[in-house]
Each structure stands twice: as C-alpha cells, then as structure tokens.
C-alpha cells in the first residue's frame, strides 16, 4: 500500500464491530438476538416477524433501532442498554492491532453505531483501551446512525476533524458514501471486498493494513 496515499492524515477513524475485532469472534450475534427478543416482546410479534423487522429497519434506517424509534417511539436508552447487556468472551486481545494503531501519527478516534459504554467494554477485551483519543456512540449523534449525512456530521463536528485530512475504516460498504463524499480516504474493512466509487482501499486484515501503512 503507497503510504504517499495516506500521507495528509491526521486523523484515523474507526468502526467498531467487525472492524477492530473478526467477524468469526460472532460477537454481534448475541446483540441480533437480543434484538429479535426485544421486538418480539415490545411489538407482540414471532420471531419470524421480529427478524425480518429487524432485517427490512436495518436496510431502510440503518439501524434496528432507527426504524423502531420511527414507527414505534421506542425509547432508545432503555432499548441501547438491554441489548448491549452480552458477554464479552468471544473477544480476544490483539496486541498486533494494538501496536499497528499506535504507530498510527494523529488522532485516532472511534465512531460506532453502538453506544460509547459499549465501545468501551469491545476495546477493553480487543486489549485497545488507551489507543484512541476518543470514542463516540450512536448518542453523541442524537441516535441518528450511519449511513446517514447529519449523523456523521454531529460526530465529525465534535470531534473537530477536518473530513480532507481524515480516512474511515469500515465494513459497512453504505457507511463509507458520506464520509468519502465528505473527502475521506475510505477503507473497507471485511473478508471480501467490494467494487464502488466510495471505496478507496479495501482490507480482510486491518493490522496488516496499517502496518504497511505505517513502513511503506
């Protein structure tokens, strides 16, 4: 990877699920039945119904979350609260990714559609707590999430970044437009990649990434 391609960053900004940790650690599986569980119980519907509410909010809103505060007036809070209540076990730490972020120059900063506690608690179990300079959850956007523009907009703002001088790592393909239209360098972060115009660079392998990043 041409370092001369990230040479103006000063600030690094990054997703949290499936970006700083694997996939396969199949953490987010137990916040999706959390999720099933809450609308089922909420919306008196099977889990079939509550799955595919699930599934049609995340495409239409971008979060399940989203879609239940806008047909339902769900309360995001007590909602935030009970399906990130999980277990973090599945995580492992990664003192390679710690060392490639730490290499990084600036600043490097957190943004997840979760909520900032439990960013905290995924960094704590990845062996990243002190990494970043800060860490922003849905709530810092008033629960707006990506992919939307006022979304990245609040976080970016109170982060005081400057979008032209920024890359976004990401496994969202969606949650790349706005921050590319923004100017962004864009990396897809996931186990296959994926062609758009929004995708600058993609990675199956996040600290290899940045390590090459770092000694190119």
């Given at each position: 990877m041409n370092r001369q391609l990230f040479s103006h960053i000063d600030t690094w900004v990054f997703d949290l699920d499936h970006t700083l940790y694997p996939p396969q650690m199949a953490l987010f599986d137990q916040i999706e039945r959390k999720m099933t569980t809450y609308?089922?119980?909420?919306?008196t519907v099977s889990q079939q119904e509550a799955d595919q509410l699930r599934q049609n909010y995340w495409a239409t809103y971008g979060t399940t979350l989203a879609g239940l505060m806008t047909h339902h007036a769900v309360d995001p809070i007590p909602y935030l609260e009970e399906v990130h209540?999980?277990?973090?076990?599945?995580?492992?730490?990664?003192?390679?990714l710690r060392a490639a972020l730490e290499g990084l120059?600036?600043?490097?900063?957190?943004?997840?559609?979760?909520?900032q506690p439990y960013a905290e608690k995924v960094l704590q179990a990845r062996g990243l707590e002190g990494v970043f300079?800060?860490?922003?959850?849905?709530?810092?956007?008033?629960?707006?999430?990506?992919?939307?523009?006022?979304?990245?907009?609040?976080?970016?703002?109170?982060?005081?970044?400057?979008?032209?001088?920024?890359?976004?790592?990401?496994?969202?393909?969606?949650n790349l437009i706005v921050p590319h239209a923004l100017g962004m360098r864009t990396v897809h972060v996931a186990p296959q990649p994926e062609t758009a115009d929004h995708i600058h660079h993609h990675t199956n392998h996040l600290s290899t990434f940045l390590d090459t990043l770092r000694e190119a």
């Open positions: 609308v089922m119980r909420e919306l209540d999980i277990s973090f076990h599945p995580l492992q730490e990664d003192p390679d120059p600036g600043q490097k900063i957190v943004y997840t559609n979760g909520t300079d800060a860490v922003f959850g849905i709530e810092h956007a008033e629960f707006e999430p990506k992919p939307r523009r006022r979304a990245f907009e609040r976080v970016f703002r109170t982060a005081k970044l400057n979008p032209r001088k920024s890359a976004m790592f990401e496994d969202v393909p969606r």
